[in-house]
């Protein structure tokens, strides 16, 4: 116990409040999604490990900014979901890119700008090639690129509870899911 307080003490001292070892976390559950080793950029150029998202209940999509037909519906699902839920404070919006070439830190935060994203709730990311088609077989989202540069992917909207299950899924795009509306709201703690 000692040593556990001397090393915290340590940890606020520096500064650093990550610098604490994996074996002084709690453990995650075995389905969580947050158990892959993925590291997401976001539309600040903040890198950061996946697993960093845990504690706060999630919506997760997957999209590229130069999309001009699904992925915008894809977004604005994920608005209207959140404000159909009561906008509930303690839920994040998270979109990842399955573009990571063109998806950089700028076509990320001129995407959240264009669509007037909320960035206290709203996460746009990028992760490596390899991070990218793990996490998208972690999710279940489908995709390929087209000789166009253009990709033909599946659409879903996936609800994480706060240490990363999934609790909730949704193919339901261009106007909300009642079913999942009330499980992010159950979720979340939100009040119609």
Same mark, same amino acid.
């Given at each position: 116990?000692?040593?556990?307080?001397?090393? %915290? $003490?340590?940890?606020? %001292?520096?500064? *650093?409040? $990550?610098?604490?070892?994996?074996?002084?976390?709690?453990?995650?559950?075995?389905?969580?999604?947050?158990?892959?080793?993925?590291? $997401?950029?976001?539309?600040?150029?903040?890198?950061?490990?996946?697993?960093?998202?845990?504690?706060?209940?999630?919506?997760?999509?997957?999209?590229?900014? #130069?999309?001009?037909?699904?992925?915008?519906?894809?977004?604005?699902?994920?608005?209207?979901? /959140?404000?159909?839920?009561?906008?509930?404070?303690?839920?994040?919006?998270?979109?990842?890119?399955?573009?990571?070439?063109?998806? *950089?830190?700028?076509?990320?935060?001129?995407?959240?700008?264009?669509? /007037?994203?909320?960035?206290?709730?709203?996460?746009?990311?990028?992760?490596?090639?390899?991070?990218?088609?793990?996490?998208?077989?972690?999710?279940?989202?489908?995709?390929?690129?087209?000789?166009?540069?253009?990709? *033909?992917? #599946?659409?879903?909207? %996936?609800?994480?509870?706060?240490?990363?299950?999934?609790?909730?899924?949704?193919?339901?795009?261009? /106007?909300?899911?009642?079913?999942?509306?009330?499980?992010?709201?159950? %979720?979340?703690?939100?009040?119609?």
């Amino acid at each position: 116990m000692k040593r556990f307080a001397l090393l %915290l $003490l340590g940890t606020l %001292l520096s500064g *650093n409040a $990550l610098a604490a070892p994996a074996s002084l976390a709690p453990t995650l559950p075995g389905d969580s999604v947050y158990q892959l080793a993925a590291t $997401l950029t976001d539309q600040d150029g903040h890198a950061a490990p996946w697993a960093a998202r845990r504690g706060t209940p999630q919506i997760v999509s997957m999209f590229y900014s #130069s999309c001009t037909m699904v992925c915008p519906m894809i977004i604005d699902t994920m608005k209207a979901t /959140r404000h159909a839920a009561g906008d509930p404070p303690a839920l994040g919006l998270l979109a990842i890119s399955f573009d990571p070439a063109r998806d *950089n830190i700028d076509a990320l935060r001129r995407y959240a700008a264009a669509h /007037r994203l909320d960035l206290r709730w709203w996460t746009l990311a990028h992760a490596t090639p390899g991070d990218t088609r793990s996490i998208a077989a972690l999710l279940g989202v489908q995709y390929r690129p087209l000789p166009d540069g253009d990709f *033909n992917h #599946s659409s879903v909207l %996936l609800l994480l509870d706060a240490d990363g299950r999934i609790v909730a899924r949704s193919t339901i795009i261009g /106007r909300t899911d009642p079913a999942f509306v009330t499980a992010v709201r159950q %979720l979340a703690g939100a009040h119609p």
